[in-house]
């Protein structure tokens, strides 16, 4: 059972940066997975804001498109994602959440990348919020 840990949630002012990590355990190095990150806040569903897989491709929510960057990688065999939130703005503040899926075909799933369904395996959120 793959195990997700994020790291790197605080709080932080509006317009300032923020880097969330995300550290996998107990994965197949065999298997392609592919990553990704998602926020809910109170009361709402969880929203998908960037997924991401090890050749590098990458999909964004229109709500962060131009300010976060996601990364992937097995360096070390070790699975990890990063998510790189620039210009943060107060609506950013959520709990977010490192999800992954193994046997990932990126084509295959291009449809579902920002949706909860797809992911398998997800880790227990970490705090960030952005004050104006």
């Known amino acids: 059972q793959v195990q997700l840990r994020e790291s790197g949630g605080d709080s932080v002012n509006s317009g300032e940066s923020l880097t969330l990590s995300c550290a996998a355990s107990?994965?197949?190095?065999?298997?392609?997975?592919?990553m990704a990150w998602f926020r809910q806040t109170p009361g709402k569903e969880r929203e998908g804001v960037a997924a991401?897989?090890?050749?590098?491709?990458?999909?964004?929510s229109d709500s962060v498109k131009g300010r976060f960057t996601i990364s992937q990688d097995n360096a070390n065999n070790a699975l990890h994602a990063t998510l790189q939130m620039d210009d943060l703005k107060p609506e950013d503040t959520a709990k977010y959440y490192c999800?992954?899926?193994?046997?990932?075909?990126?084509?295959?799933?291009?449809?579902?990348?920002?949706?909860?369904?797809?992911?398998?395996?997800w880790g227990q959120g970490i705090q960030v919020t952005v004050s104006s």
């Open positions: 107990r994965f197949t190095p065999t298997s392609n997975y592919c």
């Open positions: 991401a897989d090890l050749s590098g491709r990458t999909k964004y």
């Open positions: 999800a992954a899926v193994s046997r990932c075909v990126w084509r295959d799933l291009w449809f579902g990348l920002l949706k909860t369904d797809t992911y398998n395996y």
